[in-house]
């Protein structure tokens, strides 16, 4: 097996360039450039572009919007996207609520919401974790009760990301009690401006406000907005799952990390040599630019397998093995950045997030905004090893592929 693109494969990895060169916003990449953060604007502006372009959803069906791309050419643009780097797609959206409705939603929701994700119209939160019920998922106790052609719903949920931004929540919810926890489980879909839900920002220790608490007290969803067939919604969640870690690598970022961190040390000084020269920084950089090759060449492989055997999508197995790998290696560079602002990597806090913490002291910059964003960017990027199932329950799921049950 060869793991070096053909002619035609780079042809069209120098059309991703060349698009992503004249078409990503330059305030947008500038930001991405220094850690910033996305606003929910920024992200909507940059799908828009990708709609118009024919390139917002490659991998659905071609009558949703898709390209009929290979999997090599969809793995090329991912990791050009994200080496530019340009903005991710809305995972929640276009990742994972767009496959599971194109699987097994009716045809009244793929008309209603399919165009809206490629254009971003929607933006979609996702309802699954409680608390209680993080890597037990099934444990999951919000109740959904059957009234006529509504369900009305009662319970919590939490860390649900950017629900202070969303319009829609896809949402697991308890209408039975089955002798299996995961049986009596429906996924349902959740317009949230709906009466009776309630939106709490949860601050992470950066002074960030992306996660929330929501809460329900007895909200009525149609019942038309039922994906598939009630009590049959853990089938679909792990379907959702597996999409979410597959995409969880993130190669492509770490990517443009490392070019930026090698860019900075090569001007940032520590005892009058620049870091670059350090020889403990270098080692440091170099070995992990060594995982991030071998994961590289990890993806590749799966890309090629994915290829040759018409399969779509890795196994639980493979997607366990990117998400602690990729989310290692991010970790990592985000700690290199910390060592190259040294003492200039102080925590602050920005205007939106201190209105929600309280009085506290946030002066103006005194340092490059990259080094003021280091500390913050390494505190964030933590929580990849939580989100999307933990790394203990990722090894708990790698174990039982190697070994079985
Ligand atoms: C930043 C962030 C964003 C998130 N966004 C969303 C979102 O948008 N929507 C959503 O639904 N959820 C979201 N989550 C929730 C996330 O999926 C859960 O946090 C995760 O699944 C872990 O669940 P938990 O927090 O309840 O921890 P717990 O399940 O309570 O686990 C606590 C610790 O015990 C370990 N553990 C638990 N069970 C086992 C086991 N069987 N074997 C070995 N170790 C075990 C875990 O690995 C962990 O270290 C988000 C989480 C974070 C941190």
């Known amino acids: 097996m060869y793991l070096q693109l053909t002619p035609r494969e780079l042809t069209f990895r120098d059309e991703v360039r060349a698009f992503l060169s004249s078409s990503v916003p330059r305030d947008i990449r500038e930001k991405m450039l220094n850690d910033g953060r996305l606003s929910k604007e920024d992200i909507v502006r940059w799908q828009r572009i990708l709609n118009v372009k024919g390139w917002a959803v490659p991998h659905w069906p071609v009558e949703w919007g898709g390209t009929n791309w290979t999997a090599v050419e969809r793995y090329i643009f991912r990791e050009e996207m994200q080496a530019f780097p340009a903005p991710p797609p809305l995972d929640f959206a276009v990742d994972m609520i767009g496959p599971v409705l194109i699987a097994h939603g009716s045809d009244e929701q793929k008309r209603q919401f399919l165009p809206r994700i490629a254009n971003l119209d929607d933006w979609w939160c996702q309802g699954f974790s409680e608390p209680g019920a993080g890597s037990d998922l099934a444990a999951l106790k919000t109740a959904a009760r059957r009234d006529g052609d509504e369900y009305v719903l009662n319970g919590q949920k939490i860390w649900t990301t950017m629900a202070h931004y969303a319009d829609w929540m896809f949402c697991l919810v308890r209408t039975a009690r089955g002798e299996k926890k995961q049986n009596g489980i429906s996924f349902l879909l959740v ?116 290829e040759g055997n018409g399969r779509t999508g890795s196994s639980d197995a493979t997607a366990s093995l990117l998400k602690i790998k990729g989310a290692e290696i991010q970790q990592a560079t985000t700690e290199l950045l910390v060592e190259l602002a040294g003492h200039f990597a102080m925590p602050f806090i920005d ?7 309280g009085d506290c002291w946030n002066g103006p910059f005194v340092t490059p905004e990259w080094a003021a964003r280091a500390a913050p960017t390494y505190f964030h990027w933590r929580k990849m090893s939580i989100y999307g199932g933990s790394d203990e329950i990722q090894r708990n799921v790698l174990a039982r592929g190697i070994f079985g049950r």
């Open 191 to 306: 317009n949230m401006k709906s009466e009776g839900i309630t939106v709490r920002p949860i601050i992470t220790m950066e002074g960030d406000h992306e996660v929330n608490e929501v809460f329900f007290d007895d909200v009525r969803v149609p019942a038309a907005n039922l994906v598939g067939e009630q009590d049959r919604g853990w089938d679909y969640a792990k379907f959702l799952l597996s999409n979410e870690r597959a995409t969880i690598a993130r190669v492509g970022v770490s990517k443009a990390r490392i070019r930026r961190i090698k860019e900075l040390a090569a001007s940032e000084y520590c005892m009058g040599r620049p870091m670059i020269e350090n020889r403990r920084f270098r080692e440091k950089l170099a070995a992990v630019e060594v995982e991030l090759k071998a994961l590289e060449m990890t993806q590749l492989r799966l890309v090629a397998g994915e």
């Open 351 to 357: 205007n939106e997030s201190q209105e929600l913490v």
